[in-house]
């Protein structure tokens, strides 16, 4: 049991060059998130998804696309890609056993020159 | 969901216990409380949540004020792996919607 995976670790980037963030869970959970955390600061929802199929927007959803493939993948897109979204991004999957318990994803580093 | 106070750092020495306080003075009847913790460089790690009644499991104890508008997170004998960022959030129970994190109590804890 992985639980929450995330590829790649790490990545570096030229502004406008684009890359898909991989995320995957074996837990079987419905919901699944993706965060970014930049320095000093707290989490913030990028998008969510609630159920296979289904996606919505979080806090900070600006230049950033998601596809829920299945049950157990939910990728983040950047088109292209921006020095302002250089940050770390954690992917999150959420048990409905146990109220709001989510499970992290060891997370992606990532930098825009 | 209740917006949460917490101070910016605490430090705790290795051994002692480390209560952690959180305000949350405009939380609701149905709202929980909820801690997570991130040690650096790694993703958060759900510790424990509560309503009204004091919790406890193998990471810490939850003390909730009986009025709900505050609450402490105790380590009970703290190690240097405690060393990490808090996160006290509230929230409705079972939701789609996401966990907001402020940015928390960094704990140090000192040998």
């Known amino acids: 049991n992985a639980g929450v995976t995330q590829t790649p670790k790490f990545q570096v980037l030229k502004t406008g060059q684009s890359m898909t963030l991989q995320c995957a869970q074996d837990?079987?959970?419905?919901?699944m998130y993706w965060y970014r955390q930049d320095p000093g600061m707290g989490l913030r929802l990028i998008y969510y998804?609630?159920?296979?199929?289904?996606?919505d927007k979080g806090e900070v959803p600006n230049g950033y696309n998601v596809s829920r493939l299945n049950k157990r993948e939910f990728s983040l897109r950047l088109e292209s890609a921006a020095p302002s979204q250089t940050s770390v991004y954690f992917c999150?999957?959420?048990?409905?056993?146990?109220?709001?318990?989510?499970?992290f994803g060891p997370g992606t580093r990532l930098l825009v020159l | 969901d209740a917006k949460t106070t917490q101070p910016p750092s605490m430090d705790c020495a290795e051994g002692r216990a480390a209560n952690l306080p959180c305000n949350h003075s405009t939380i609701s009847g149905n709202e929980y409380v909820y801690w997570y913790r991130q040690i650096h460089s790694q993703g958060p790690q759900y510790i424990i949540h509560g309503l009204k009644n004091n919790e406890t499991n193998e990471m810490a104890s939850l003390i909730i004020t009986e009025d709900r508008k505050s609450s402490t997170l105790i380590l009970p004998h703290a190690t240097l792996r405690d060393t990490a960022v808090y996160y006290c959030i509230v929230r409705v129970g079972l939701g789609a919607n996401n966990l907001f994190f402020g940015t928390g109590t960094r704990l140090t804890v000192i040998p």
């Open positions: 998804s609630a159920s296979e199929g289904t996606t």
């Open positions: 999150a999957s959420r048990t409905e056993l146990f109220q709001e318990t989510q499970y």
């Open positions: 837990m079987n959970h419905n919901s």
